[in-house]
């Protein structure tokens, strides 16, 4: 059973930055997906950003291009999203998730994924 946990949440002035990881374990294959969404209290659930392992290949949504960056360490089976220039409106619980296929072109379903972590909550004050 694929099991991940996020981390690196907290409060952060707006400007500030952040760093989320997504530590993965119990997968079988090394061909897989990982996606962030992030759910803000009275908002769906929507798509952040997505890294793909068989080819490489990276998205993000638009309200957060240019801002963060999504990298994976595979020596540690973790993927990080690390955020820069944080607003006010970046505030949400943050969530990773796992499934077993190929690129982002449908990071943003959330539909498309098998496992999800336990969120990590971003607050950016002001």
């Known amino acids: 059973e694929v099991q991940l946990v996020e981390s690196g949440g907290g409060l952060v002035q707006a400007g500030g930055s952040l760093r989320l990881s997504c530590a993965i374990s119990g997968f079988t294959f090394d061909e897989y997906t990982i996606g962030w969404f992030r759910q803000a209290p009275g908002k769906e659930r929507e798509g952040v950003s997505c890294?793909?392992?068989?080819?490489?290949?990276?998205a993000y949504a638009d309200s957060v291009k240019g801002r963060f960056t999504i990298s994976k360490d595979n020596a540690k089976d973790t993927v990080y999203l690390q955020m820069n220039s944080l607003k006010p409106e970046d505030t949400a619980i943050y969530y990773c998730?796992?499934?077993?296929?190929?690129?982002?072109?449908?990071?943003?379903?959330?539909?498309?994924?098998?496992?999800w972590g336990q969120g990590t909550q971003v607050t950016v004050s002001s």
């Open positions: 890294i793909s392992t068989e080819d490489g290949s990276t």
């Open positions: 998730a796992f499934t077993y296929g190929v690129g982002c072109t449908f990071y943003g379903v959330s539909s498309y994924y098998n496992s």
